[in-house]
């Protein structure tokens, strides 16, 4: 499983569009989620993680959900990237919906 920083994640999102999947709950991302971040909370990913494509950039609050995600995620054959530190260290804007 590949791992990157929140930081680095940042300086991703300033030079390219890229897809970003955020694995907590509906309440959780709705107090505020990286910019462009698509939820499919943990507890629905065995369900719906045919919407997810390789590439794909998995984060949570810390980090520990997200490479949870990527782990399941590797095993259904996909390869995303876990985001270390999670939308606590993410150090831009969020956004609320």
């Known amino acids: ?29 709705r107090n505020g989620h990286v910019p462009e971040a698509k939820n499919i909370p943990l507890s629905q990913l065995e369900e719906k993680y045919q919407e997810i494509t390789d590439g794909s950039y998995i984060i949570c609050q810390s980090g520990a959900r997200s490479a949870r995600a990527c782990q399941y995620l590797l095993s259904k054959g996909i390869e995303t990237i876990n985001i270390s530190g999670g939308t606590s260290a993410w150090d831009g804007q969020l956004d609320f919906d």
């Open 1 to 29: 499983m590949q791992t990157i920083d929140a930081g680095q994640l940042k300086l991703l999102t300033e030079n390219k569009k890229v897809i970003i999947i955020d694995v907590r709950e509906d309440f959780e991302y």
